[in-house]
């Protein structure tokens, strides 16, 4: 199967909600309004589909366009993993802030998430000398 790949699509909200519960991330799919405000506030949005028109993938975040670029969000489908799908998302952002001096990220720390990332050419900041610093304002709703 193949997909195709479109900058600047907000996808309709039930196609948000379903592929953000497909990788479980609940922190998004309990509040959708507040997810839908999100999308149409970054900075960027790429979307994958396939040529079924599925949402398969999508990669967000915020950028000034000249010192940073923070990739907030990059998922795709548990069906549509290991297909290339991330790596075309992730390409698509990281050409066309090619020029911005610095790209962030925060993820999990698994050996698959790690090997990913390094693959594109991100190095984590422990082998830097460096330290990242986060402040999460997440509420959890048990």
């Known amino acids: ?21 497909s990788v479980d991330w609940t922190a998004y799919t309990r509040d959708p309004e507040a997810l839908a405000r999100a999308l149409r506030q970054s900075s960027f949005v790429w979307t994958t589909r396939s040529n079924g028109g599925k949402l398969v993938g999508l990669v967000r975040g915020l950028s000034d366009d000249v010192s940073i670029l923070f990739v907030q969000d990059i998922l795709v489908s548990p069906d549509w993993q290991r297909r290339g799908v991330g790596r075309a998302l992730m390409g698509a952002v990281l050409d066309h802030y090619a020029h911005v001096m610095q790209t962030a990220l925060l993820t999990d720390d698994g050996s698959e998430q790690r090997a990913f990332y390094e693959s594109l050419g991100f190095g984590n900041t422990r082998n830097l000398g460096l330290n990242a610093f986060y402040r999460a304002n997440m509420q959890t709703n048990s």
């Open 1 to 21: 199967m193949t997909f195709h790949l479109t900058a600047g699509e907000i996808p309709e909200l039930d196609e948000l909600l379903s592929l953000y519960a």
